[in-house]
């Protein structure tokens, strides 16, 4: 029997590259999707390199787990563009950016990996979110993420329905602000203290999250929040 494949999308660094380490760790031979990789020679493990928001990278992922690997088992939509500025203050190019990455990608590479777990009569898209999509904050100005990112909670919920009686699970996660390279180590007090619990997220938190996710299979249609307690409130 083969083993479980994962495909994650902005596996490069930061969370896609703890998911990668944690799919391998769980099992899994994962194909990893970014605009730039480290080579690799594992057994378990390819690269994939391009735009997730261009079809062509989608369909090279999607054709490469099938032919190296044999099936799609699992789909982490992690790539995204998150840039915060007042509403007004986006530029046509800001909008096109986010957008073409936030759903155009997800739309892409979803469609085709959803047809072949359909096929196989099983399968789980996990798609990252925000949980600023729930818990606005003015100090905080982030229209065009939430806009993109709530889209994917709500399509999640979606799919979920929609597939549930072919054996393919949809859940999304919702993120607070997690600890990784985008932020200056000099920032962390500060951003930490914007949650409940009064930290940062850690790449571990959101990796044990989706690993939940994944061995919960009475669960789908769910989102989950890794925030620190952010869309409760305080």
């Keep these: 029997m083969s083993v479980p494949v994962a495909i994650i999308t902005g596996a490069s660094q930061g969370i896609g590259a703890g998911l990668v380490?944690?799919?391998r760790g769980a099992g899994y031979a994962v194909v990893g999707v970014a605009r730039s990789l480290s080579e690799s020679d594992a057994d378990d493990y390819?690269?994939?390199?391009?735009?997730?928001?261009?079809?062509?990278?989608?369909?090279?992922?999607?054709?490469?787990?099938?032919?190296?690997?044999?099936?799609?088992?699992?789909?982490?939509?992690?790539?995204?563009?998150?840039?915060?500025?007042?509403?007004t203050g986006y530029t046509i190019e800001d909008y096109t950016a986010i957008v073409s990455v936030n759903l155009t990608g997800f739309f892409h590479i979803t469609q085709l990996a959803i047809g072949h777990?359909?096929?196989?009569?099983?399968?789980?898209?996990?798609?990252?979110?925000?949980s600023l999509v729930d818990h606005a904050d003015s100090k905080r100005p982030a229209a065009l993420p939430a806009l993109t990112k709530g889209g994917l909670v709500a399509v999640s919920r979606s799919l979920a329905i929609e597939y549930a009686s072919r054996g393919v699970r949809v859940n999304a996660v919702s993120?607070?602000?997690?600890?990784?390279?985008l932020h200056d180590p000099a920032s962390y007090k500060g951003l930490g203290a914007l949650?409940?619990?009064?930290?940062?997220g850690e790449v571990s938190d959101?990796?044990?999250?989706?690993?939940?996710?994944?061995?919960?299979?009475?669960?789908?249609?769910?989102?989950?929040?890794v925030d620190g307690g952010q869309a409760a409130g305080g």
């Design 117 to 130: 777990m359909v096929e196989r009569g099983s399968g789980h898209v996990v798609n990252i979110s925000t």
């Design 46 to 87: 390819a690269g994939i390199e391009g735009d997730i928001a261009q079809a062509a990278t989608a369909h090279q992922a999607v054709d490469h787990a099938l032919e190296r690997f044999g099936r799609i088992d699992t789909l982490i939509n992690n790539a995204g563009i998150y840039i915060e500025k007042p509403f």
């Design 195 to 200: 949650h409940p619990l009064g930290r940062l």
């Design 175 to 181: 993120l607070g602000i997690i600890k990784t390279a």
């Design 206 to 225: 959101v990796v044990d999250a989706i690993l939940y996710l994944e061995r919960a299979t009475f669960v789908t249609g769910e989102t989950l929040h």
């Design 21 to 23: 380490d944690g799919y």
